[in-house]
Structures are given as C-alpha cells and as structure tokens.
C-alpha cells in the first residue's frame, strides 16, 4: 500500500536553529498538508500546498515556516529560527483531491527544541 | 472552527459499546473518522460526504447530521485494538479541514 514517508522520525535541535523537516507524498498525489500535534493534544493544520504554491496556511504558519518541492518527490517543512513552543510532531498529508476523500499521513517527525 | 468531540474520553470493557459524539458550529461538507494509537499518525478510518449517510466496517460504524452539524461514531462490542484517540475531521463549504478536540478510547479486558 502506498504511503507517506517522513524523515527524519526524531529531531533535536536547539532553541534558534533552523530545521527541515522532510516529507515524500504519494507519488500520484498532488495536494500536500503539514500538520502539526504538540504532545497530547489536537492535531492542528498548518498549511496546504498544490501546484508549487501554498493553497492555505493558518495562524501557525508565520514568517518563520516556509514549504518547498524542491523536487518531483519531496515536500519540505523549514522552520527559521526554532522556540521551545514548535516542540510537537509533524505530519505530512497527501490527498489526490482538493476535495480529501481522507487523508493519507506518514508516520511523523518529532520535533524537539532545547 | 474547530470542532468539539465528546466525550473526551472514555474507559470500556472488551465487549461494550461506545458512542463519540462530532459537533460543528459550521455548516459541513464532510466528515471524516480517524484513530490515532499512542506516538503513531492518525489513521484514516471513513469518510461521510452527504448529510443522513451511514457507514461502517466491521464494528466500527459512522452517522453523519447535517441539519445539525453532527456526527457521530459508533463502536459496538470493542475490542482492545479500538484503543486510541478518535478524531473527526470537518470539512466546511469553504473547504476549510479542521480535526476535533480529540476523544481517548481505553478498552480494558
């Protein structure tokens, strides 16, 4: 069965550092999602992105986050200058359809920031 | 937006059924069901698109309201595997996706 896979599954980094986080969707899939669950807690949407472009974001999603296909397979997830608050795990999403028929996540990276 | 899932949590024994209540303050699309086990991604589990539709698999089965914005998953005779967190997802007019509030599921032998 075909699915998301996330990498790394673990990052610690320190307060301030850069991190990316990286994503390989479905290879038929053309609409991607980061998601984002600090520990115990809802799972939050961050952006959406189709077509090379950001299809929404939400209030999470400032200046410090940015997404990018920088090629035909990955989709990536930096974040600038990390705080303590961006510890959660991140899941990336791929859907076929704008309109989800369900979501397919991988597996999460989780985030720790010292 | 986001939706409000109750309760938000509840213990069972292997056997017994329980009902996880989805409610929007926005008129919905869609539905969907996922579980998620402990450190692992939620995982799609069925998707409602019209008001008044019903589904399921197994024991695991779906309604959705759509006069009231509501949904609601059933689980008939649990078993330990149903263990996790429950969440809806809607999906409103302005296809805009948010989960729920989450319900934590314990099945106990």
């Known amino acids: 069965e075909p699915e998301v896979t996330q990498t790394p599954s673990h990052q610690v980094t320190q307060m301030g550092q850069e991190v990316i986080l990286r994503c390989v969707p479905i290879s038929n899939h053309l609409y991607f999602y980061w998601y984002r669950q600090i520990l115990g807690q809802k799972v939050e949407f961050l952006v959406s992105?189709?077509?090379?472009?950001?299809?929404?974001k939400s209030e999470i999603f400032d200046d410090q986050f940015s997404v990018e296909r920088p090629d035909g397979s990955n989709f990536t997830l930096k974040i600038r200058s990390t705080k303590l608050e961006d510890s959660a795990m991140y899941f990336c999403?791929?859907?076929?359809?704008?309109?989800?028929?369900?979501?397919?996540f991988g597996s999460g990276t989780r985030l720790t920031v010292v | 937006q986001q939706p409000v899932q109750s309760p938000q949590a509840v213990i069972l024994r292997e056997g017994e059924d329980a009902v996880i209540n989805c409610s929007s303050s926005?008129?919905?699309?869609?539905v969907h069901w996922y579980r998620q086990k402990h450190g692992e991604a939620p995982v799609f589990l069925m998707i409602l698109l019209k008001g008044g539709e019903q589904k399921g698999h197994d024991k695991i089965s779906a309604s959705f309201n759509e006069k009231k914005q509501q949904s609601s998953l059933y689980l008939t005779a649990s078993q330990l595997s149903y263990s996790g967190t429950y969440f809806c997802?809607?999906?409103?007019?302005?296809?805009?996706?948010?989960f729920g509030t989450g319900t934590s599921l314990t099945v106990i032998p």
């Open positions: 997802g809607t999906e409103n007019t302005g296809n805009q996706f948010y």
């Open positions: 926005k008129a919905l699309y869609s």
């Open positions: 999403a791929s859907t076929e359809t704008v309109t989800p028929l369900g979501y397919t």
């Open positions: 992105f189709y077509n090379n472009e950001i299809s929404e």
